[in-house]
Structure formats: C-alpha cells, structure tokens
C-alpha cells in the first residue's frame, strides 16, 4: 500500500543545526496488517507517520500510496485523501466538547447522515458504549470511552488506513488492551499504524518498526516462522 | 447542506454564546427601527403641516400694511385665480397662527379665518367631517381636527385665540383648524388646491401687490432644510456611532469564541476538511445567528412600537409610519457591516489553523 523512498524531513533547514527528523528512510508497507512503530521521544515517529498521513511535507522523498505519489496530489487531492481513505487517532482524543459522543463520531463521515448515525451508533455499540453514553457530552464520559469514541470517528468512513499516535497514552492498562484489541480487529482487513512507547501494548501486532534519530534500526516482522530486518 | 448542519449543531450546543450575540445585535436592530419609529412621529406629522397641508390649501399672504393690497384688489386677484384649472376655489381670508408639537421640535402655521360659507368650502375640499360639537355660526367659533386637539391639549370651549373657541371637533387626514373671523384683517389669499407639488409662483407672478406664497413647493423646501436637515445628521450619528460601539464589542466577542474553536478547526482541517469549508461554516454561524437575532428584534420592534405608540403618539395626535424603509435600508446596512468586520477574526483564526500534528508539537 505504501512504498516510501528516501524519505527525509529536515526541520530548522535555515540554521547551521539542521534536525533530521526522518533521515533517508526506505520502507514498504502492506495492504492490511497491524504496524506499531516504536521509539524515545524525537525519534522521528510521529513525524513519519505525519508524513505518510499528508499532515506533513517531507523535505525530499517520495511516499507512493497505491503507487500514486503524495508530491503529486494537490492540497484539496490531500484533503481527500484525508477524508475518505484515512483514518486518525490522536494521542489526546480531540473530541468536540459541545457535541454528543455520536455527534463526534459522526463529524468525520462522508456519508449521508442517516447512514453515518447508523453506522456511528453501530460502532460505538462494537466499542462497548451503551445508548446513553452516545447522548452525553465527552466531558461526562471516562478517559477509555473517549479514546472509543475517538477511535468510531477515525473508523466512521471504513478507511483503509489508519494513523494511531500514542492512542493509549492517557489511558489505563485495561481501557489500552480494549483499544488495542479494537485496532487488530480492524487490522485483520485494513492497514493500522500504531505509535507508541509502550511496547506491551503490541503483543499482537504484526510487524514493529523502531526507529531511532529519523532512522529505522529495527524492523520485525511477527509471523511464524519469519523474520525481517532493516 | 453538510456546512448549515454543522453550523446548527453549534448553535443548538452553544445557546448561551449564541444568546449573548443575538440579543446584542438584535437589541442593537431594535434600536435602530424605533429610533426610526419615534422620529416617524416627527418627520409624518411636519410632513403632514409643511407639505401634504400645503398641497391642499395654497396661502398668497400680502402685507397687511402695504395699501397696495386693499380688499377689492385682493378679491380681484381671488376671481381671476379662481378661473386658473389648477385651482379648485380661492377666497380672501385672515389667518392665525397655530403650533403643532411632535416628539422633537415644534412648528407653527396658518390657518384661515373667514365665513362660515368658506368654512364649508374648505371641509369639503379637505375631506373633513365633524364628529363632536357644532358647526361654527357666530364670530370666533373655531373648528379644529381631533389630532390637533390632542396635541395642544383642546377640549371643546377651549380658548385658541382671544376671542375664539372650539366649538366642534373634525376628523380628517390633516392637521386643520378654521373659524369665523371677526376681527382679523384678511389679507390672505386662500387656493384650494387640487394639484400635488405644483409650483404656483408663475400664477401669482403678476398679481399686482407683493406678497408671499405657501404651496406644496415652497412647504417641501421648508420640510427638508427645517426639519430633515436638522434632525438627521443626529441621527445618522447616532446610528453611527451605536454601529461602531456595537461592532467592536462583538468582535471581541467573536474572537474570544473562535478561540475556542481553534483546536476544533485544526480537527477539521486534519480530517480532511478544507480551509473553505472551516470559513463557510463560521459563516454560516454568524449568519443563521444573524437570522435568529431578525426574527428576535422583529418581536421587539412589535412591541417597541406599540409601547411608543401607546405612550406617545395616540395620546399626542402624531402621525407616525410603522413601515419604515430607510430603517430597514440602515438595518440591512448595518448588518452587511458587522458581517464584513467579523471577517477579520475569523480570516485571523484560520490563518492559524493547523493540522494536529502542529498542535501535538506546540504541546
């Protein structure tokens, strides 16, 4: 699904210190599968997985996505993109606080609305939340049932890939393992990109890329029998 | 629409920030239409005296010491204007002076004293009827319309002039007010009318006294450098400086809830939504606050006039307008305005919307 070559993305290009955030990384990614990339914190993770997700221009490289390049997608190709092939988890939920959990999820749709409640009562159903958590604001829901309602939103358009920053990070160890048995359910058909410190959280992950300095220093892949590295 | 629907949601999940700006602006609306309306009750009511009067009734005034203008040279000029198409009937009447008082200002005018024949005459031209006491027959017996009445404060029997009284009450669509004369030197020359706007200067040009002409014309001219021009420079800086008050007010007010707003956009804008979409919205915020803040002062108004109407007018004999064009033309004026001024902090505010990934980063 992706190939990325030579990726790079310089910050503070003007200064005689220039940080190589992502540093000549070449990597392939499949069509379907859970990735977990891990790393210490300015290892470069977030900035590739902002990369691959159009949030972010990289300084030189290319990201192919079903062999079409990101260098040649307009703003509003991107925002497209965005919209109605991808998916996101944030570390911090960003749920709407004046909108119900439904109403959050159903922000992201492309569908019409009838559709998208349906499918948004659906999900949120699937994640454990009852009817009545639906109606109630995010302020008046827990930490993990926000992160569930974070997660509905990013899936609310049954995108192909998505993009999960640290999605257990303010979460506890039960509420984490109930995100995450979420993600590889979805991951069975789709492509899910994890981020994250914690490396417990990816028992069940596919593949682990580490990264360290813009650079990938280890690549496995979990599959019996099979090992990969980089 | 996909971008109404959001804007809705917002509004019907932010009543009280909603509220506080439909109630400013439509409490600012109000302010204007009943402004507006209380002026009516002056501008109608000079308009009636200055212009619509004088329209119907066309005053020729010699100097009463001028011995050129004696009566049978005034009734000779009477007859020969009388033949003139334009004019329905002319009589040589005196005249007194009565003062009508609206809610700003005050304005004084003639009014014809002569005969009871005359009198007839001219309620019949003006379309008058009496509807209370009697018709006058012996000197000083004075009819006056009922909204004069109310606005000098007359009842019947009153005193208008030394020596003359009310003895009936009319009811028309003027501001009348005729008696038989018995003492007055009458040296007035009185056209009935049946022209709007007409200049009668040619007509009167060669009569053989000098004189001074009161027509429609000569009443217009006095309406606007009088009145108009005296009162609306006030108001229109009045309206302008409630207008710029008002608006910098809201635009505090409006960036301080975009800055709410701001991590929200940037959710937007890293979903997949575009820059335009995030500013249709907030337009479409502002406008269906906008509607909700017309339907909210349009019942304000209601009641506003009514009030004004109760307290005011009725009681006073003014004449007043409750449709007001130029109020709604300073409305809609205003409103494009403050439409305009908000632009700058919403255009500020998505100048600074960022995808999350920035947002993450300033965390």
Known sequence: MFDISQLTMIYDMDKEDKIYAINSVDLKLPDHGLVGFMGPSGSGKSSFMYCLSTLKTPTSGEIQYNSHSFSQLSRSEQELLRRKEFGFVFQRHFLIPYMSALDNVIVAATDKKEIAISRGIQLLEDFGLKKSDMKKRPGKLSGGQRQRVAIARALINCPNVLFADEPTASLDHTSAFVVMDILKEYAKQHLVLVITHDRSILKDADRIIEIWDGKIIHDQLISVGSKEES | ?363
């Open chain 2, 1 to 363: 629409m996909k971008v109404v629907a959001f804007a809705w949601n917002y509004i019907k999940n932010n009543k009280h920030h909603t509220a506080v700006l439909c109630i400013s602006i439509s409490l600012f609306l109000t302010l204007l239409y009943c402004m507006g309306f209380i002026l009516s009750g002056t501008y109608d009511t000079f308009h009636n005296v200055c212009v619509d009067l004088s329209d119907r009734m066309v005053y020729i005034s010699s100097n009463e010491y001028d011995s050129s203008s004696s009566p049978a040279q005034l009734e000779a000029a009477a007859e020969k204007l009388r033949q003139d198409p334009h004019v329905e009937d002319a009589m040589v009447i005196g005249t007194m002076t009565v003062r009508v008082t609206p809610a700003i200002g005050e304005y004084n005018f003639s009014c014809p004293l002569t005969t009871a024949e005359n009198i007839k005459k001219i309620m019949k031209h003006m379309n008058a009827t009496l509807i209370e006491g009697d018709f006058p027959a012996n000197d000083g017996d004075i009819i006056i319309d009922e909204k004069l009445c109310a606005n000098r404060g007359y009842q019947l029997g009153d005193e208008v002039k030394p020596g003359y009284h009310i003895t009936g009450i009319l009811k028309s669509d003027y501001y009348l007010c005729m008696g038989i004369n018995f003492e007055v030197y009458e040296n007035n020359i009185l056209l009935l009318s049946n022209q709007k706007n007409y200049d009668y200067t040619a007509l009167t040009h060669d009569l053989s006294f000098p004189h001074s002409l009161k027509d429609g014309v000569t009443g217009r001219k006095s309406y606007k450098v009088d009145i108009v021009n005296s009162i609306d420079p006030s108001t229109k800086l009045i309206t302008f400086c409630t207008l710029i008050l008002l608006s910098i007010c809201l635009v505090v007010v409006i960036n301080m809830y975009i800055k709410d707003r701001h991590e929200e956009w940037c959710l937007y804008a890293s979903i997949g939504y575009s820059t335009r979409f995030i500013y249709l919205l907030a337009l479409w915020e502002l406008l269906l606050t906008f509607l909700l803040s017309i339907g909210i002062a349009f019942l304000l108004i209601l009641l506003g006039m009514y009030t004004i109407n109760q307290l005011v007018f009725a009681g006073y004999g003014l004449l007043c307008s409750y449709f007001l064009p130029d109020s709604l033309l300073s409305m809609l004026g205003s409103l494009l305005f403050i439409l305009g001024i908000c632009q700058l902090p919403i255009a500020h505010s998505l100048h600074a919307v960022q995808t999350i990934d920035c947002l993450e980063s300033d965390n």
